[in-house]
């Protein structure tokens, strides 16, 4: 993960905003002031701040549905602050919290948009309609409907879909899952960090949503009145090292348990633990114990798969098959859990510990509180560190 | 000639007075596409500037208190007399409601529909005849509906300027009411009047669903 922080060095800047500045008409305040940044090819940056602060302003200009009063806007490197503007909107992808859908058409027709615009033939806009369906996990059956016919979270899909019909590029995202319930908002979430797996758009993504942002950035803007920048970093930086109070404020309560939630059980070390097999003799399995030096052992089946923790004590029981022996093994997470799922899982099941087990719930290892913490302590930056670190 | 009872009447005149509704029909269908030519134009060059918008609506709104008889006698000096007047007169009574209710169409739709258009890369013009007149259309054939019944009735008083239609038939009727049949030409030309109306109901109806998108209603 140290590998993701830093200067990205290296990375391409696909949209470049200097000086962009915003003076809304009768207005003697701008509502975005003096802006300058890069954003990367292939990440998400997203923008949060208070109401008002100008984010969605900011992002609106960039594909000039607001113009702005100064400055410039690059795109890969040209300026497009004064090009056609709907030759500009039609290469950048454009979803906002209402959504938008157009009513009187169906949901092809709405996905077809662009495509259509750009005079793409009959059937490579039919072909591309059904893949971006079956890309945002809608069936085909849905290309006849109308909007109205719709949930709320199968009109955002769309609304991405159509967005990304033509394959844009950049692609602007204001609030996008901000209408829809929790549990639909996180499904959306994930699903579309899968997409962005494979499609590696650069997305520009507003929210006023810190966890969001966390979760959903490759980097975020945290921004003050006026669109200022008071620091634009990667989640972790911004997590261990709030530039300034502001940005703590910001951040809220629980920044360290946020962060855990960045950080995989594969990226902390994770340690050997004696294991037996459920068909062993328990005389194989004593033996073991008292060879590793540890108070239990974990037993697994036949497929790998952990079962039960048993200790001496237990073993001593004559009588008692191992299948029933000691207690179930519980607090199970994967490589790609979160530390925070890991640690929620070991105090949820009164666990020093968790196993830790591969996509098919092989045993891999064991991750103990200890581990967690010691990662804890080495996300903080060194001046911070209370050992003075590893 | 002596007086028959009415439905002898018609009988003996169902002939003329389909002829004569035709004729209605026509003069009404004519002025109601000049009214939606001007009022759907004046709507879309209007709708997004609010001060526009209300001057126009206000001499649309003040052509309609000008009482008829009034505004045929005005045209007669610069029109002469006969079908012409009719369908200007017609027209500028037709015009209120369907400009009304285009700008109202085309104001409510829906600001995220259209963000998200013009966000696409939709022209303005693109954004007009692919987005907000298509949505706005359901009222606007509503107020041309209500036009087309308004201008009905007007349309009798043509007569006045030697229009055509069901017109003739009760003016002739009433000025000499008393006489034999004198009450059978107005009852004639009321009823044709209101099978007119209920006919245009009905195709009003029929376009309004035939016209607008499934996704809409
Ligand atoms: N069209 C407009 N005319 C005048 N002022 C505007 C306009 N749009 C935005 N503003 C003002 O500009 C400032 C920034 O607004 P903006 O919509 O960008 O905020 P935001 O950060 O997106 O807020 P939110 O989180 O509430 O969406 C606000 O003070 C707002 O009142
Ligand atoms: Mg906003």
């Known amino acids: ?390 | 000639m002596n007086s028959m009872g009415f439905f002898e009447y018609l009988a003996s005149r169902w002939d003329d007075l389909l002829e004569l509704s035709i004729e209605h029909a026509q003069v009404v269908l004519i002025s109601l596409l000049v009214a939606t030519a001007i009022g759907v134009t004046l709507g879309v060059l209007t709708y997004r500037r609010p001060a526009a918008a209300q001057a126009v609506l206000a001499v649309a709104s003040a052509i309609l208190t000008v009482p008829s008889f009034a505004l045929f006698g005005l045209l007669i000096p610069i029109l002469g007399l006969g079908y012409t007047p009719t369908v200007v007169a017609l027209s500028c009574y037709a015009v209120l409601s369907i400009l009304r209710n285009t700008i109202t169409g085309l104001q409510s739709v829906d600001p995220a529909v259209t963000e998200s258009a013009k966000g696409m890369g939709l022209s303005d013009w693109q954004q007009l005849f692919k987005i907000e007149m298509p949505l706005a259309w359901p009222v606007i054939i509503a107020g041309i509906r209500v036009s087309a019944l308004l201008i009905l009735g007007i349309a009798a008083i043509a007569a006045y300027v030697n229009g055509p239609g069901l017109g003739g038939d009760i003016f002739s009727g009433l000025s000499r009411i008393g006489g034999a049949n004198s009450l059978n030409l107005v009852l004639g030309g009321f009823l044709g009047i209101i099978v007119l109306a209920l006919v245009f109901e009905v195709l009003f109806a029929l376009l309004g669903r035939l016209t607008t998108s499934r996704g809409l209603n």
């Open chain 1, 1 to 390: 993960m140290e590998g993701v922080d830093g200067s990205n060095s290296g990375t391409k800047a696909m949209i470049r905003l200097e000086n962009l500045t915003k003076t809304f008409p009768g207005q003697t305040e701008p509502a975005v002031e003096d802006l300058s940044m890069e954003i990367y090819e292939g990440e998400i940056v997203v923008f949060v701040g208070p109401s008002g602060c100008g984010k969605t302003t900011t992002m609106k200009m960039i594909n000039r549905i607001i113009e702005p009063s100064g400055g410039r806007i690059f795109l890969n490197d040209e300026d497009v602050t004064t090009t056609n503007s709907d030759k500009l909107r039609r290469r950048i992808g454009y979803v906002i919290q209402q959504i938008g859908l157009f009513p009187h058409m169906t949901i092809a027709d709405n996905i077809a948009t662009v495509p259509k615009m750009l005079g793409w033939d009959k059937k490579r806009i039919s072909e591309r309609t059904d893949e971006l369906l079956e890309t945002v996990g809608m069936d085909r059956s849905y290309r006849d409907r109308y909007p109205k016919e719709l949930s709320g979270g199968q009109r955002q899909r769309v609304g991405v879909a159509r967005a990304m019909a033509a394959d844009p590029p950049i692609m602007l995202m204001d609030e996008p899952f901000g209408a829809v319930d929790p549990i639909t908002r996180e499904r959306l979430q994930d699903e579309f960090l899968r997409l962005q797996e494979e499609i590696k758009k650069t997305i520009v993504f507003v929210t006023h949503d810190i966890d969001e942002a966390i979760k959903m950035g490759d980097r975020i803007a945290i921004l003050r009145e006026k669109s200022v920048i008071a620091q634009y970093d990667t989640p972790e930086r911004i997590l261990t090292d709030p530039a300034d109070e502001y940005v703590e404020n910001f951040i809220g309560a629980g920044a360290s348990l946020k962060r855990l939630s960045l950080s995989k059980v594969r990226d902390i070390k994770t340690s050997e633990w004696p294991v037996a097999r459920l068909t062993d003799s328990p005389d194989e399995v004593k033996e073991l114990l008292r060879k590793s030096g540890k108070d239990y052992v974990l037993l697994l089946d036949e497929d790998r798969k952990p079962k039960r923790w048993v200790g001496l004590e237990e073993l001593e029981l004559n009588g008692v098959p191992l299948r029933n022996a000691g207690w179930p093994a519980v607090a199970i997470v994967e490589g790609k859990s979160s530390l925070y799922e890991t640690l929620d899982t070991m105090i949820t099941s009164y666990k020093g510990s968790a196993i830790v087990v591969d996509d098919r719930g092989r045993y891999e290892s064991i991750v103990d509180f200890g581990t967690v913490l010691q990662a804890i302590e080495e996300m903080r930056p060194e001046e911070n560190r209370v050992g003075g670190g590893a």
